[in-house]
């Protein structure tokens, strides 16, 4: 800024010079002017030059101030621009901190609301866990809702007179007076009733999806025993596959309750009426089976149901005094025997079947059928079903057959083969005889006095269903040529059930099961007895070998002959030995009507979901009359009482 006002003052002081040479004339006109010499032009002349120089210098100062100012300009431009470009920048940042600050305050607010989400969500979690951990417990697999089942057992049984059997009882085995276990009590302490169950469940489009299994270990094992360790094993008690279309229609197969068996609605599974006793074997009239099944059912609307199954057979064998050739060697006390027909065979250890049942497996032609019709009014439940049964057996015409005239004394009896005369028992004209059997039932079950109570009564009649009932009293006996006759059957009972209040059920029930005459009369029978030579010694002469053949032709048999012998029902004989009590003398005793009453309760100690604890009392008294037989009528009167203590999974 210096040469700024050195380069203006210069300016000044050449312009005074310039006008002052200028205005001397306008003086020199009033006064003679001196006269001008090269000398003072000289002088001008330098005192121009001087100003020209100083005037070109002040130039130079000026255009280097204006090249000052105008870097300092581009400066300030560069300046004002830079500032401009960071009032921008400054703005683009304060607008992006007020949108950090807000984005920060959002972000705040979202953790503050996370907080409490995750607060709540572990309340939640915390209230599901406890929810969870005081609920039934379900497993769940690939889209499959798995739930287990069951309870923990601890059971006694007493009884006046024993049955040789653990808490299960055997109703038509109940001893009569000449056996010597009616003269015994006996008492069982087990947890062998304990059952484990699991439920499958899954929808898979219109259908929905259910297995389910259960089991407890009322199994004997060959090693089983009551010595030591206790080890009974598991058994198969329900084991089936089920799909329940949404039009009503369901489709079950597998080991399950009968179709005979009554249920609570409809015809579903799981829902089965079972009496409330602790005897596994439940009660005398009940109706029922556990066994094979293919079962189709059709509800319409919960209000009426339709099914038909196709159930696993089986025959059970009742009487005696059937056809037979029995030959013993008593030299080597071996006895033979040759029957005329067979029903049943003992199971193969190898087919996996039970070798030591000495009931046998029968030779099924066909399965059983049943047909039931279920209606559910707004008032009780009401059953009515039919059974068809086919039963098959192989009869032999000419294996009961022979002659006493080869006898050491010989005779003139003798019983041949009606086809070609034969007096040797043979396969000749071997054939299979099928007879058919079945019956028909109900169950019916009704409310009483609201809620508080119920009453329920069932019942069945028909020929060869004898094993539909819990006594079992059997489907079939033998005519003398070796032909099935089915025995007719029939059972009933009634159930009351109390419910006072949530904690108490009290239960009563009344059962009976009968069975008629089957009898016939003309059986054949070929006793032959082999006695072997005696060598002569040093005071005895040899005896011969001797036959002795006995033939009779007109014996007494079936079931309930009013011929048989009774006689040895009511009169005791001793053991075999230590191991084997006496089964009394010759006793038909075939069952003719069996009875059981019962009294019993159970008591919730705690229900809920974590489980529940419950005990219970039953007592059952029995009659069990037979058929009388030469004037004999056996009669077998017991009473038994069970407690248990269980605990139930939630």
Known sequence: MKSAWTFCATLLLATGLVAQTTAAPKTTKKAAAPAITAA???????????????????????????????????????????????????????????????????????????????????????????????????????????????????ETVTRQRANESDINTPFNSIPYEGNALAHINESSFTGRQSRLALLAESKVGAAKLTGYWEADFLGAGVTSNNRQSNSYVMRQRVLYAQAALDSGWIFTGGQQWSLVTETRKGIANRTEVLPMTIDPQYQVGFGWARQYGFRVVKDFGGKFALGFSVEAPQATIGGRGFSSVTTTNQGTASVTTIGNAFVDGPGSGGGLLNFADTTGYSFNKSPDFIVKAVADPKWGHYEIYGIYSAFRNRVYPCAVVGTNTTDTTPGTASLPCLIDGSLTPSVLGAYNDTRSGGGFGGNFRFPVGGKKAEF???????????????????????????????????????????????????????????????????????????????????????????????????????????????????????????????????????????????????????????????????????????????????????????????????
């Open 40 to 154: 003072d032009v000289q002088a001008l002349k330098d005192a121009i030059a001087s100003q020209q120089a100083a005037l070109a210098q002040q130039q130079q100062q000026l255009q280097e101030l204006r090249d000052e100012l105008r870097r300092k300009d581009q400066v300030v431009q560069q300046a004002q621009t830079a500032a401009t470009d960071a009032a921008g920048k400054a703005d683009v940042a304060k607008t992006a901190a007020t949108q950090q600050q807000a984005a920060v305050t959002e972000l705040k607010s979202d953790v503050t609301d996370l907080k409490s989400s995750v607060a709540s969500t572990v309340v939640n979690l915390q209230e599901a866990q406890k929810t969870f951990s005081e609920s039934p417990a379900a497993l769940h697999y690939k889209g499959v809702t798995i739930t287990p089942g069951g309870f923990i057992a601890a």
């Open 456 to 650: 329920g009564i069932q019942g069945a009649y028909g020929d060869g269903i004898g094993r539909y009932a819990s006594a079992q009293i059997a489907d079939l006996t033998l005519r003398p040529d070796g032909t099935q006759a089915m025995i007719r059957t029939g059972h009933a009972l009634a159930e009351v059930v109390l419910h006072p209040n949530a904690k108490w059920d009290i239960y009563a029930d009344f059962g009976g099961e009968y069975g008629w005459r089957t009898a016939f009369t003309g059986y054949d029978s070929i006793a032959i007895v082999k006695t072997p030579a005696i060598p002569a010694n040093a005071t005895t002469a040899a005896i011969p070998a001797t036959t002795t053949t006995t033939i009779k032709t007109n014996g007494i048999g079936g079931y309930g002959s009013l011929f048989a012998n009774n006689s040895g029902c009511s009169t005791q004989a001793p053991p075999a030995n230590q191991l084997t009590p006496s089964g009394g003398g010759t006793c038909a005793g075939d069952t003719r009507i069996i009875m059981e009453g019962t009294l019993g309760f159970w008591n919730k100690l705690t229900q809920g979901p974590k489980g529940g604890l419950r005990w219970g009392i039953q007592y059952s008294y029995f009659t069990r009359s037979g058929w009388s037989g030469g004037g004999i009528s056996p009669k077998a009167v017991d009473n038994m009482v069970w407690t248990s203590f269980r605990y139930y999974l939630p």
